[in-house]
């Protein structure tokens, strides 16, 4: 089966992580080889120049996909300076096929709220993909940019941030829990990474992660097959697993073998529109 990872993330000196370094050497090095080995097509690169890691990150990612083809990248962008037009031209000029945004508190959703029109009408005349890590109490905004944008795809990273769990909920507490992402379901431009995984799991090391595999489940139903995409979280998930335990789906072994070949990469292949 040919894998495409909908969420990754390469930094020029390494991602600090939970112990204050890098744990890797180079780590386009070594998500190279750990793409040789699992058969990875494509990624989708998601930007961040946050929190001092790499305030370069747009321009190195760029950098990384012009000798490499399988390379999509997403330019980070702060909620709170919001993009012209003609910046967004500029960044999609430069190649990157969309936007990350980061909203994980209300102050970042207010200010995402009020992005100009011109904005969006320049992104949607691109059909960019927008990846949001966004929060379940902040999600209900990307309602009226779904409707005002049909052409972008908008993805919720991690499957919504849904939070940690020490036991496994049921279902249906699953399904309340996720209600406002849930509520997206609708907007055929809405989609969702079935991601990050050890952030769910309480300790974060508890693979096979079970308690999120309800929060899956509910979303492969609610979204359907088709608008939920496999990320590995690299490298921040090493952290917390093996890079082999990234590609277990929790729960995905319950629906049916075309779903798990959709979701681990054909829906990202066809987003890109790429070969399957």
Not at 258 to 270: C, D, F, I, K, W
Request: negative net charge.
């Amino acid at each position: 089966m040919i894998l495409a990872d909908a969420h990754l993330h390469l930094f020029r000196h390494g991602f600090p992580g939970v112990y204050g370094r890098a744990l890797l050497g180079s780590e386009i090095d070594v998500y190279e080889a750990f793409r040789a080995k699992h058969d990875i097509a494509a990624g989708l690169i998601v930007g961040y120049q946050g929190d001092g890691i790499d305030p370069e990150n747009n321009a190195y990612i760029r950098e990384l996909a012009t000798t490499r083809s399988w390379i999509v990248t997403l330019a980070y962008v702060e909620p709170g300076a919001m993009p012209s037009a003609a910046a967004i031209e500029a960044l999609i000029a430069a190649g990157h096929s969309g936007l990350a945004v980061y909203v994980l508190d209300d102050r970042a959703a207010a200010a995402l709220s009020a992005w100009d029109a011109a904005t969006w009408r320049a992104l949607e005349a691109h059909g960019a993909i927008v990846s949001f890590n966004i929060g379940l109490p902040q999600i209900g905004i990307l309602a009226a940019i779904a409707e005002a944008s049909p052409r972008c795809r908008l993805i919720a990273s991690h499957m919504g941030l849904p939070g940690t769990h020490r036991e496994t909920p049921s279902r249906d507490a699953a399904r309340a829990e996720l209600a406002p992402l849930l509520a997206l379901a609708p907007h055929p431009n809405v989609y969702v990474k079935l991601s990050g995984f050890y952030a769910v799991s309480d300790p974060s090391h508890a693979w096979p992660h079970s308690a999120a595999a309800p929060f899956v489940a509910v979303l492969v139903e609610g979204f359907g097959a088709g608008r939920c995409l496999w990320g590995s979280d690299f490298s921040p998930a090493l952290d917390h697993v093996s890079f082999a335990q990234t590609i277990t789906v929790p729960g995905l072994d319950a629906f049916d073998e075309a779903t798990h070949a959709a979701v681990m990469g054909g829906n990202l292949l066809r987003m890109l529109g790429r070969s399957t």
